[in-house]
């Protein structure tokens, strides 16, 4: 079935920092891929979505591109703050079954300390 | 525009005691719903997810179980909570035949089990 790892957290930068938080995938279909972030005690927000092969999804400085060939949708940020601490989602829809395929890595949990 | 509801926001209760937890979307007719629960420092688990009323499936066998009384409404419940119950409930819906599947989450209800 369909799958999706991340890196393991926790992972723990200090303000202005580059982040990278790895995500690789397998899915039988063509999925969509989401980055999605949970702050404390919150629902989850979708940060950042691609729905094709090279498309680049961006949002609030963050940004990952769609990689079919290496299977892979990376988080990148230039230049973190302490408001970015929150925990990151990776995530796919696969095509191939709509609404019920939705499939989400573990989580990263981000520490950015000032 | 769409908003998606959920209550309580918390919630205590002893071992044994029974469940329900709402769910509650506006703005949009026919959606997908689903029930996830993440215990404290994990990913999200899939408990159920529903692609019209009545009509719910169950991804993972346990004691509680799902109901769609109405188009926009879903109701986690339990006869008899366990501890291992504990953990924070997020329910979420989609675009029935939305390409993109994008999830949209509500805040959450956080249950302690005692």
């Known amino acids: 079935g369909d799958s999706v790892t991340q890196m393991e957290g926790p992972v723990t930068l200090s303000e202005e920092a580059f982040l990278t938080i790895n995500c690789t995938y397998t899915?039988?279909?063509?999925?969509?891929l989401f980055w999605y972030v949970q702050y404390p005690g919150e629902g989850l927000q979708l940060l950042l979505k691609a729905t094709k092969a090279d498309d680049k999804g961006s949002n609030k400085g963050f940004e990952a591109t769609y990689r079919k060939e290496t299977t892979s949708f990376h988080l990148e940020k230039g230049s973190v703050q302490v408001s970015d601490s929150a925990v990151y989602f990776c995530?796919?829809?696969?095509?191939?079954?709509?609404?019920?395929?939705?499939?989400f890595g573990p989580g990263t949990r981000l520490s950015v300390l000032p | 525009s769409q908003t998606i509801h959920q209550w309580p926001a918390t919630l205590v209760q002893p071992v044994g005691s029974p469940l329900s937890l709402e769910c509650t979307v506006e703005g949009t007719s026919n959606p997908n719903l689903y029930w996830y629960r993440q215990a404290a420092g994990r990913g999200l688990q899939l408990l159920f997810y529903?692609?019209?009323?009545?009509?719910i499936s169950s991804e993972v066998p346990q004691n509680l179980s799902a109901s769609r009384p109405q188009d926009r409404q879903f109701i986690l419940s339990s006869k008899k909570l366990l501890l291992s119950d504990s953990g924070f409930y997020l329910c979420?819906?989609?675009?029935?035949?939305?390409?993109?599947?994008?999830?949209?989450f509500g805040p959450g209800t956080r249950l302690t089990v005692l």
């Open positions: 979420a819906w989609s675009e029935l035949r939305e390409v993109d599947n994008e999830q949209f």
């Open positions: 995530a796919l829809s696969d095509r191939a079954d709509y609404g019920q395929n939705f499939v």
């Open positions: 529903s692609v019209g009323i009545g009509q």
């Open positions: 899915a039988t279909g063509y999925p969509s």
